[in-house]
T-cell receptor, first 114, second 111 residues
Framework: DTAVSQTPKYLVTQMGNDKSIKCEQN?????MYWYKQDSKKFLKIMFS???????INETVPNRFSPKSPDKAHLNLHINSLELGDSAVYFC?????????????FGPGTRLTVL | SQQGEEDPQALSIQEGENATMNCSYK?????LQWYRQNSGRGLVHLIL?????REKHSGRLRVTLDTSKKSSSLLITASRAADTASYFC???????????FGTGTSLTVIP
């Protein structure tokens, strides 16, 4: 009965590699998000998708590309990984748009780039 | 930076005491939200307070909002060891397309 799930939980990889993180929500929500939390615990939104369409794209390098095959999934693909990409990445979902609702967060994916 | 500021950065109290955390922000908001994050876990939503509201309660939690001062506070009454976590405020802009988390307060409740 997991609400928002992410895989993998941990990801260790070398610089220059390409990797993906998957996110799925079974809450029937229309909007999904990706957040990055750095080593100092600063949380920043990266992307927001509503019904498979990108509605917010903060200043994120274009090496990061979100992909939403359907309303319940929002995957994050990262090309040419860099040391600075090391962080915890959280997926979230909410019923509505515009950040006017409660967001439900996944457990996070800890990415370590060596 | 648009990120909100929270204070204190860290707070350590005895079980049973009250804990107060403050959040200041910079822009006009639609709402302000408080989240809890246990170590190594995802965020859990606590309370959402809209810009036209001044106070909200949920169990042992009390949130106030002062839009004239661009500040909010979270009060946890009768704290428990299980309340030990980081607490974040987050603001949603009036335009609906910006969402900023504060810097967080790390709360330790000593049994």
């Amino acid at each position: 009965d997991t609400a928002v799930s992410q895989t993998p939980k941990y990801l260790v990889t070398q610089m220059g590699n390409d990797k993906s993180i998957k996110c799925e929500q079974n809450l029937g929500h229309d909007t999904m998000y990706w957040y990055k939390q750095d080593s100092k615990k600063f949380l920043k939104i990266m992307f927001s998708y509503n019904n498979k369409e990108l509605i917010i794209n903060e200043t994120v390098p274009n090496r990061f590309s979100p992909k939403s095959p359907d309303k319940a999934h929002l995957n994050l693909h990262i090309n040419s990984l860099e040391l600075g990409d090391s962080a915890v990445y959280f997926c979230a979902s909410s019923p509505g748009t515009g950040f006017t609702d409660t967001q439900y967060f996944g457990p996070g994916t800890r990415l370590t780039v060596l | 930076s648009q990120q909100g500021e929270e204070d204190p950065q860290a707070l350590s109290i005895q079980e049973g005491e009250n804990a107060t955390m403050n959040c200041s922000y910079k822009t006009s908001i639609n709402n302000l939200q408080w989240y809890r994050q246990n170590s190594g876990r995802g965020l859990v939503h606590l309370i959402l307070i809209r810009s036209n509201e001044r106070e909200k309660h949920s169990g042992r939690l009390r949130v106030t909002l002062d839009t004239s001062k661009k500040s909010s506070s979270l009060l946890i009454t009768a704290s428990r060891a299980a309340d030990t976590a980081s607490y974040f405020c987050a603001t949603a802009s009036n335009t609906g397309n910006q969402f900023y988390f504060g810097t967080g307060t790390s709360l330790t409740v000593i049994p």
